[in-house]
């Protein structure tokens, strides 16, 4: 087994533009805390679901086995803050089982913890009938978190069911507009993702480009951007992408949280997420956020080999991306009143497209 590509990683996502990703240890922990911050490690769904293949019996081998130990390691042998932010993510029906399951690894592996007094649990429903999260039968305030994220994931399904048809080019200029049209945000992140997914390249195409390239390329379609044959594939890959974005996003907001007390002691916090999806790990190597000095808010810092910067497509979607984003700054932006409204009527225009095609083309490849 290549446990590079099975033990969990930790992403720090937001670092400065031109910062090499750290690596989390033990030692990182300590240095961190002599100087006033605490490393906080948010874990996703993916780690939590490793710990649910641990039982009552279960060994460091053990652990080591579902690709935990490092996680291990720096619980027993740094000074961390642990959040099982994954649990509150999860369909309501999964919530008991990976919640024990959590409180289990805790309690076994990392027998010196304390629970943060402020510490939230998720209340659920332990009667709750399996099923997928809907979108649209969330509360108003998950919708307003995931929104953005899930039209613009929706969206870019859309476009390459619907207009297929057209240049890479165009098909990227309907979802910068449409974004604009639909819900007057566009995130910078999801953004860059489009790019990615309609930059067309034949086979020859691809194996020309540098490894690290080819590697990005592969790992934002397989996780945001592959086309499904069903509406319910479309809805849930969507949501699915949403809450990677979230697992990043989340961490960012603790980064700009403040102190966090611990034994009576204020601490800053250095926030990092845990996961054991890889392809999510590897694209935030080089898609991350970095400090924008004189605000609390994050810029975007994004990779471009010279394969890129001298590509007709790239300095295209660049230049209009660039452009239209720079004439929205310049004109100055009001807050969005009715932005659930935006969202929801958003969604249900995409999803009533999507479910048309589909109904026009029956047999649409199976993915």
């Known amino acids: 087994m290549n446990k590079e590509n099975w033990d969990i990683q930790f992403i720090k996502p937001c670092r400065h533009a031109h910062e090499t990703h ?30 649910e293949d641990l039982t009552e019996a279960a060994t460091v081998e053990d652990v080591e086995r579902v690709g935990l ?44 913890h304390k629970d943060d007094t402020e510490a939230t649990q998720r209340p659920y429903d332990t009667n709750a009938a399996e099923q997928r999260v ?32 057209l240049s890479p080019e165009d098909q990227f200029s309907i979802y910068l507009h449409g974004m604009i049209s639909m819900i007057d945000m566009v995130s910078a992140f999801e953004l860059e993702i489009a790019k990615y997914a309609f930059w067309t390249l034949n086979k020859k195409e691809i194996n020309q480009l540098p490894p690290t390239v080819k590697q990005r390329r ?25 809450l990677d974005l979230f ?3 989340g961490a960012n907001v603790s980064d700009l949280k ?62 209009e991306s660039r452009e239209l984003l720079r004439y ?18 958003s969604v249900n225009h995409l999803e009533k497209n999507i479910e048309t095609f589909f109904t026009e083309k029956p047999n649409a490849t199976a993915i």
Request: glycine residues 6%; charged residues 25%; positive net charge.
């Open 22 to 51: 750290r690596i989390l240890t033990p030692a990182y922990t300590l240095q961190m805390a002599q100087a006033g911050y605490l490393v906080q490690i948010n874990l996703d769904n993916c780690s939590i679901q490793r710990m």
């Open 258 to 319: 403040g102190d966090i007390e611990i034994a009576g002691k204020k601490l800053k916090i250095d926030s990092w997420v845990g996961t054991n999806d890889h392809k999510l790990y590897r694209i935030s190597r080089d898609i991350h956020s970095c400090p924008f000095e004189g605000s609390t808010m994050r810029r975007l810092a994004t990779t471009r080999e010279n394969e890129l910067v001298t590509s007709p497509y790239w300095m295209n979607v660049d230049a």
């Open 69 to 112: 130990l490092p996680l291990y390691r720096l619980l027993n042998e740094g000074k961390v803050a642990l959040s099982g932010i994954g649990v509150h993510e999860m369909p309501e029906w999964r919530v008991s089982t990976a919640q024990h399951a959590y409180e289990r690894f805790c309690r076994k592996f990392w027998p010196a």
């Open 218 to 242: 592969k790992d934002i379609i397989e996780n945001f951007a592959k086309p499904k044959s069903t509406l319910e594939k479309c809805k849930s890959s969507a949501f699915d992408s949403a």
């Open 134 to 165: 809907t979108f649209t039968k969330l509360d108003d305030g998950s919708r307003l978190v995931f929104g953005c994220a899930y039209t613009a994931f929706l969206h870019i399904q859309n476009i390459k069911l619907n207009h297929s048809n």
């Open 328 to 345: 929205r700054h310049d004109r100055g932006h009001s807050k969005i009143n009715d932005f659930l409204q935006r969202i929801d009527s």
């Open 247 to 249: 697992w990043l996003s």
